[in-house]
């Protein structure tokens, strides 16, 4: 269902980033149903940062959709291990097989949220016999699954991790309606989405195609930037749409289990 017309601002409901610092300067998050790009070079936390909003969602009880295109779902869970997620705290679902799907959205547990974990590379491993020539079927895939997890077990939210690794997947022929179809699609099922561009180092762009930008509304983007001999994280909101933001650089920090957003606007060794 699109979203419906609000009388009072108040009325839009948002989802936190789960970043102290940054959600105070968005309005207390991003507004529910929208669709956000997470743009960055390698190694920049994008696939710890999108993870960490599905977990704490979790934890409160909602469910999320983390689909894995090349990583692993070993690797990811290993990642979130050794930074001290706590997963008894939510009812962690990994598919592997396409199978199983079923049966796994159909035995979930009440209570807890659930957060599911599909691995892409696994089922593409596993399944030989899809035709890899016509480049709408993985694509085809990947909706079904979005749209099974999301009506089935009522998930509104959603990583896709990454863009540029289902670009890869899908060889696009006319990117420009493809992609406004992939955007119409998450907007039908109202699913609140984070896609994660992988970008280069010198922050030239923001997404392959750049028609992403416009299409999305929202833009957060992670850099690494070296100070004397550090190379520093920083965050910055480049637009969020029905939203008050601040577009500040902020440094972005993970420590005790917690991202940070820092130092807005200002130089932290000043
Ligand atoms: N416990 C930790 N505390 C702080 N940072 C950590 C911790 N564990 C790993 N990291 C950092 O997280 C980074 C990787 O995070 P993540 O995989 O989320 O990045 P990414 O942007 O998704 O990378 P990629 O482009 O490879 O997918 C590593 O470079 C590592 O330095
Ligand atoms: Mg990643």
New binding site residues.
């Given amino acids: 269902m699109p979203p419906r017309l609000v009388s009072d601002k108040h009325e839009i409901k948002r989802i936190r980033t789960y970043i102290n610092g940054l959600d105070e300067n968005i309005q207390g998050g991003l507004p529910e149903g929208h669709i956000a790009l997470v743009s960055?070079?390698?190694?920049?936390?994008?696939?710890?940062?999108t993870?960490n909003i599905l977990y704490h969602e979790a934890v409160n009880g909602n469910n999320g959709l983390y689909i894995s295109l090349?990583?692993s779902a070993e690797s990811?869970v290993n990642?979130m291990l050794?930074?001290?997620f706590d997963f008894t705290k939510v009812n962690l679902v990994i598919i592997k097989d396409l199978a199983d799907l079923a049966s796994k959205l159909q035995s979930i547990s009440r209570g807890k949220g659930s957060l599911f974990i599909v691995d892409i590379g696994c089922i593409r491993k596993e399944i030989r016999d899809i035709n890899t020539d016509n480049n709408k079927s993985w694509l085809n895939v990947i909706k079904n699954v979005i749209k099974k997890v999301s009506v089935e077990a009522n998930t509104k939210l959603f990583v896709m991790?990454?863009l540029s690794a289902l670009y890869v997947l899908s060889r696009f022929e006319n990117p420009r309606i493809e992609l406004f179809m992939i955007f119409e699609f998450l907007r039908d099922l109202n699913i609140t989405s984070y896609l994660?561009s992988?970008m280069p180092l010198d922050g030239s762009k923001f997404s392959e195609y750049e028609i992403e930008d416009f299409l999305s509304d929202a833009i957060i983007v992670?850099k690494l930037t070296p100070f004397r001999r550090q190379v520093v994280r920083e965050i910055s909101v480049v637009k969020m749409r029905t939203t008050a933001c601040n577009n500040d650089i902020f440094s972005l920090e993970?420590?005790n289990g917690q991202f940070y957003a820092l130092y807005g606007g200002q130089n932290p060794l000043l």
Avoid: V
Avoid at 40 to 49: D, E, V
């Fill in positions: 960055g070079a390698a190694g920049t936390m994008k696939s710890s940062l993870f090349e990583q990811l990642h050794n930074m001290d991790d990454s994660i992988e992670i993970f420590k």
